[in-house]
């Protein structure tokens, strides 16, 4: 079954820097690739997706990258703010079963 | 809309015992699953349901654990006896299919603690 690695576990940036997480999965079937934000004691919620036939996608401060060949993919947050601090999973799912894989997640701590 | 609906959000238990997680998901969504996040750890599928049938239930314990989704709507999951290291928070979530791409919302999260 598909493997999602992630890292690094923790990330600490100053208010104003760039953050990046990088993931890397092993089924080369994987065409779906969400990032998840996670505050502390709420709901997983999707910030950013990225299918396979895309190599990067951007929305606002957020961007995601994805390189098929290295099966891997970053996410990469720019002019970062303390409201940013929460744990970042990656995610992967294979066509026609959307059996999501988690990384095991990044914290981020934005210092003001 | 109204997101994917859990309760109780909080529980504690001895071990041994037996507990029921309720979930209701988004309305019109065929797809629902239940994770299971240890403290720290990113969440695990335990089972997957299309409609009121089971697509994908690989990594559920079948010796001490359950989950229902009779109607097709709401599910639940069980855990019976219960061990130590079933503490984690256990989530529901749902897509509208199953078919990859489709967003999986999550609800707040049944949290567990057993003693």
């Known amino acids: 079954g598909e493997n999602v690695e992630q890292h690094p576990s923790t990330l600490s940036v100053q208010e104003g820097d760039s953050a990046v997480i990088k993931c890397t999965y092993s089924?080369?079937?994987?065409?779906?690739f969400p990032w998840y934000k996670q505050e502390l004691g709420k709901r997983p919620q999707l910030i950013i997706d990225i299918r396979s036939n895309v190599g990067e996608k951007k929305d606002q401060r957020i961007a995601v990258t994805l390189n098929k060949t290295a099966k891997h993919f970053s996410l990469h947050i720019t002019e970062t703010q303390p409201e940013d601090s929460a744990v970042y999973f990656c995610a992967a799912s294979v066509p026609n079963n959307n059996d999501m894989r988690f990384g095991a997640g990044t914290r981020l701590t934005v210092k003001p | 809309e109204a997101g994917v609906a859990q309760s109780p959000r909080y529980k504690i238990i001895e071990k041994r015992q037996s507990v029921a997680f309720w979930c209701n998901p988004i309305s019109g969504h065929a797809t629902l699953y239940w994770y299971q996040q240890i403290l720290g750890q990113g969440p695990k599928l335990l089972i997957q349901f299309q409609n009121n049938g089971v697509v994908d239930d690989s990594q559920l314990p079948k010796d001490r654990f359950s989950a229902e989704r009779l109607k097709g709507v709401d599910s639940t999951l069980k855990i019976q006896p219960a061990k130590l290291e079933d503490s984690a928070v256990y989530l529901c979530?749902?897509?509208?299919?199953?078919?990859?791409?489709?967003?999986?919302?999550f609800g707040e999260g049944s949290w567990l603690t057993v003693v």
């Open positions: 089924d080369s079937a994987s065409n779906y």
């Open positions: 979530a749902s897509s509208f299919s199953r078919n990859s791409g489709n967003t999986i919302y």
